[in-house]
């Protein structure tokens, strides 16, 4: 499970610039074609961040679908599954991806002091 990874990087990320504060959200976003389990994140966020003293830190995520442009007619199309790239409009396989391989943290809401 690399959600469990994931977490950790995301803990490492946050800590540093929380520093004397305290975190209540963390927002992150993710494309589709990260192959991350939405679920199975929030989950392993939940064991991370006790042990990284962020009690409370909420996960909020962005999901990102993915979208590609192709380079035989020219179209931009989101993408229904992660395994299959290529143009859902003339099928080619010369495509370019445009967004779906996202993953970052955004933002955070922190209080106090």
């Known amino acids: 499970m690399h959600e469990l990874s994931l977490c950790h990087a995301i803990a490492g990320v946050v800590k540093p610039h929380a520093v004397?504060?305290?975190?209540?959200?963390?927002?992150?976003?993710v494309g589709a074609l990260r192959q991350v389990v939405p679920e199975s994140l929030t989950f392993c966020w939940s064991i991370v961040r006790d042990h990284q003293d962020l009690p409370d830190a909420?996960?909020?995520?962005?999901?990102?679908?993915?979208?590609?442009?192709?380079k035989m007619c020219g179209r931009s199309s989101e993408i229904a599954s992660r395994w299959s790239l290529y143009c859902p409009v003339c099928t080619s396989p010369d495509i370019e991806v445009l967004r779906g391989e996202e993953f970052l943290v955004t933002s955070l809401d922190v209080s106090g002091g």
Do not use: N, S, Y
């Not at 975190?23 to 992150?28: F, G, K």
């Not at 909420?58 to 192709?70: I, K, Q, T």
């Open 20 to 29: 004397g504060r305290h975190v209540d959200v963390v927002h992150v976003r």
């Open 58 to 70: 909420e996960l909020e995520l962005e999901l990102v679908p993915a979208e590609v442009r192709c």
